[in-house]
């Protein structure tokens, strides 16, 4: 089992800011995954973070614009940079514990870009 | 490369009635995982349920029931006598061996009348 708490629950921000979303796990943890969900949406894939290494980041998504920390198997951080409306999403950061097991969810950070 | 299909977009229904969301799969590998999660307007996602492809019993939680059929690559979830409460997107998702990252469907946005 895995408890997350991941802060902010939300936001409001300007265009042209950054907002970093910090996700704490519970326990020690290998793989943490950042995933977006638009409007409506499911949930896509942003970049999977690793302890020790650069994160490795899914189509569609670059380091500049989503960089990523993970300084210890507990703790990561997602940075969403030079914002515009367009990232107007929920942030969700997961941990897995084993291959084919459940994710684990952090409650998600609604951001609005104004 | 794996898909999951949930082609129900919106159901909308009356307490008390049942309703089957369906889920439609798509893998060459043949150890797979299932899942169903929840995410209810507070937006976490909840864990419902991981079946794997070498269990096709189906699965009875309360008023929640689960039905894998690989014959037809399809794993099913009902619920019975909906609740108000029951009002959530549901997200269907498939993970392949040896892999800790799951392919979500699109979702089903389930609203539940009183």
């Known amino acids: 089992s895995a408890v997350i708490s991941q802060k902010p629950s939300r936001d409001i921000c300007q265009r042209g800011t950054s907002l970093t979303i910090q996700c704490q796990v519970d326990?020690?943890?290998?793989?943490m995954f950042w995933y977006r969900q638009q409007p409506g949406q499911s949930l896509t894939l942003i970049a999977t973070a690793n302890q020790g290494s650069e994160a490795t980041y899914e189509s569609g998504f670059v380091i500049d614009k989503f960089p990523i920390s993970r300084p210890n198997l507990t703790f990561s951080t997602l940075t969403v940079s030079n914002m515009s409306p367009e990232d107007s999403s929920i942030y969700l950061c997961?941990?897995?514990?084993?291959?084919?097991?459940?994710?684990?969810f952090g409650s998600g950070t609604q951001l609005s870009v104004l | 490369a794996q898909k999951v299909t949930q082609a129900q977009t919106e159901i909308s229904v009356v307490e008390k009635e049942d309703v089957t969301l369906d889920c439609v799969y798509e893998t060459r590998d043949t150890t797979y995982y299932l899942f169903w999660y929840k995410q209810p307007p507070s937006g976490e996602l909840v864990f419902l349920i991981r079946?794997?492809?070498?269990?096709?019993q189906n699965e009875i939680s309360g008023r929640y029931s689960w039905n894998f059929q690989k014959s037809t690559s399809s794993f099913n979830f009902t619920i019975t006598a909906s609740q108000v409460v029951d009002s959530a997107v549901y997200f269907c998702a498939l993970s392949v061996g040896g892999s800790y990252i799951p392919t979500f469907g699109r979702g089903t946005s389930l609203i539940v009348h009183p």
């Open positions: 079946r794997n492809s070498f269990d096709e």
């Open positions: 997961s941990v897995a514990l084993g291959f084919g097991e459940k994710l684990f």
């Open positions: 326990s020690q943890v290998t793989m």
